[in-house]
């Protein structure tokens, strides 16, 4: 089972390969409590006609995010299926900032404005999003916690998978109680 992820994820669950090449599911971005299938929908179609999101600046350039409200954002977040484009205490703090440029585009795409770096065609990258604020440190304790209140599992480690790695391969695990 693999983490969401805004360049992978579609809306539901979907089967592709692992990083071994092996098939794995991956989970959608609207199975990520807080969702809803409609706020996803935008996102993921936007994907579909182009390119995968490239950085978090294109994220907030091409996503409509006008069907996802703050706290669905911050779960997308937190879930890690924006790990891609950045890391997520960063992310995190930067919630406001990324739903006010997506907006602003929105508005430019919809009026049929342009600014003045569209001129230059998509060659020049404008910082939309300075990750000024650099790396705010999440433990991965956090993140854990995060995974399996918000996707029901703990995806990316789990007691099981940190005890399989840790004790010598004679010993029996017994599953009684360990989430």
Not at 5 to 23: L, T, Y
Not at 88 to 112: F, M, P, W
Request: glycine residues 8%.
């Amino acid at each position: 089972v693999i983490l969401p992820d805004v360049i992978h994820s579609e809306a539901e669950f979907s089967i592709e390969a692992d990083p071994d090449g092996k098939p794995a599911i991956r989970f959608g971005l609207a199975t990520v409590k807080n969702v809803g299938s409609m706020a996803v929908k935008a996102l993921v179609d936007e994907r579909k006609k182009g390119d995968p999101y490239a950085s978090l600046e294109d994220f907030c350039r091409r996503a409509d995010l006008r069907g996802v409200n703050r706290r669905a954002l911050e779960s997308i977040i937190k879930a890690g299926a924006l790990d891609s484009l950045g890391p997520r205490g960063a992310l995190l703090t930067s919630v406001e900032r990324i739903l006010s440029r997506t907006q602003q585009e929105a508005k430019l795409r919809q009026s049929g404005q342009t600014t003045m770096f569209d001129l230059f065609g998509e060659t020049v990258s404008t910082p939309m999003v300075p990750m000024i604020l650099g790396d705010v440190e999440v433990l991965h304790q956090e993140k854990l916690s995060w995974e399996k209140e918000l996707l029901g599992r703990r995806i990316s480690e789990n007691s099981l998978s940190t005890l399989a790695y840790t004790v010598p391969h004679n010993t029996i695990i017994f599953r009684d109680g360990i989430d």
